[in-house]
């Protein structure tokens, strides 16, 4: 892996991807982020060495590098699931190359099911916290020092301050948001009632098929994340309907634009 890495990050930097002040893994509800920034370089993920390629509809699978203001980013247009038969390793390993590109900070953006019964689907949720009931971990196995320790403190996976910062933007655009915390299946069939009442009676807020990874890893490296979730469908007691992929798109989709100027603020200021 160490190795894996170290090739990427060389032939990044080598095709101008250099010193980001921000990584972003533009998951679903994210999308329009692109039109904002100032693109400097574009990689499709198929030619970069040692990167998976994303074959989910609707994550493009582009590496994107440039300017919000005057803060540089990379971002992911396209993550990795667990679920698509990637390793947990090779979905955590475009978070491994940012952070050894000079990324400290990590803002990571999904879709989910909300089983709170105050959210209604286009609803913004802060994580606050996650709970991991992946079937794998991104550290097992043997630890390699040179990413970060044996034993990482998970305390504040989600940042207070950054937490606290984007609840004042949404604040003064007059946007509401709530705050909650983020459960973690394999996926990729959607809940069953049952499992959305698991979810609520195990304390999350919402449940999805991503994220969890991808902050381990960056914690695990030392990195700041801060998490956002899009309600897309709801699990809440008593409702529990029918859902597609081509729904959660849309739902998101409906709540991009709102979403991605507050992130462009939270990033400018």
């Known amino acids: 892996m160490w ?3 170290q090739e990427t990050v060389s032939y990044l930097k080598e095709n101008g991807f ?3 002040d921000y990584g972003i893994i533009l998951g679903s509800g994210l999308g329009k982020l692109v039109d904002i920034i100032d693109i400097e370089k574009k990689i499709d993920y198929k030619d970069i060495p040692n990167f998976p390629v994303s074959t989910v509809a609707g994550h493009s699978g582009k ?3 440039g300017t919000i203001g005057a803060k540089k980013v990379i971002c992911l247009q396209g993550r990795f699931h667990y679920y698509e038969g990637w390793s ?3 979905t955590v ?9 000079g990324v400290q900070n990590l803002i990571v953006s999904n879709a989910s099911g909300g089983v709170n019964a105050n959210f209604s689907v286009g609803d913004i949720m802060l994580i606050t916290d996650h709970i991991n009931m992946m079937p794998e971990h991104p550290l097992h196995g043997k630890n390699d020092e040179r990413f970060g320790p044996r034993f990482v403190d998970m305390h504040d996976a989600y940042d207070k301050s950054m937490l606290a910062k984007m609840e004042k933007i949404a604040a003064a655009e007059n946007v509401k948001v ?3 915390v983020y459960m973690a299946l394999q996926g990729p069939t959607f809940e069953t009632p049952a499992e959305y009442g698991m979810v609520r009676a195990l304390g999350a807020d919402c449940v999805g ?13 030392g990195m700041t994340c801060f998490g956002v979730s899009v309600i897309t469908d709801l699990g809440v007691e008593g409702i529990v309907e029918a859902v597609s992929h081509e729904e959660v798109q849309k739902a998101a989709k409906s709540a991009e634009k709102i979403l991605s100027k507050l992130v462009a603020k939270f990033i400018v200021e």
């Open 63 to 65: 590496l994107i590098f």
């Open 178 to 180: 709530h705050k909650g």
């Open 93 to 101: 390993f475009p978070v491994r190359v940012m952070k050894f590109l």
């Open 18 to 20: 250099t010193t980001p």
């Open 209 to 221: 098929m991503s994220t969890v990874p991808e902050v381990i890893a960056a914690k695990h490296m």
């Open 3 to 5: 190795n894996k890495v």
């Open 88 to 90: 947990i390793q090779q």
